[in-house]
């Protein structure tokens, strides 16, 4: 729920307070994927050329770095990657600790708005100033396809798909929409 230091005094609530809403709901989403991602298939990749799920779980917590940084009003590039964790339960660990940082900055008072820049790659081996606002977007953005990109995963695997933005095959909802028989 947002606090009454995060809407505005007409009553309309502010791009970070959207963006935060935002990040949390899609966080809430990945967070039903991952745990229902099976443990023993974290090597699983469809193609040679593909990341394995525990790659796309450390994509998730590289996006979560890169967030909480320019939140913070720090240099995103540079300083190194957090090294990919060895399993699934670390990549889980490090997946919520980053997810909490990126919460808290927006939540920070200090932060009051979402402007400004961000020094990050534009082209191949290029960087270049981009806002702020299209910045986390395109983050949120990117995390959202790599999350469909793990649902694949998880059904390539044998495992149930969770629902994501409405019913998947693998829940019934209600009894409106009946699981269809394998």
Known sequence: MPSDATIVSSGEITEKQRFLRACEQNHSLTFKVLNAYPVDKADFRPHPRSSSALQLLWTFILEDQFMARA???EKVLGGGFPPMPQTWA???DA???G???VVSALRDPDNSDLSGTVTYWVRPLQTGEVPLTVFLT???EDHIHHRGQLSVYLRMVGGKVPSIYGPSAD???FGYFPTPSS
């Open 71 to 73: 939140l913070r009003r």
């Open 90 to 92: 670390e990549g889980m």
């Open 95 to 97: 997946f919520a600790k």
């Open 99 to 101: 997810f909490d940082e």
């Open 138 to 140: 395109y983050l949120l």
């Open 171 to 173: 829940e019934e909802w």
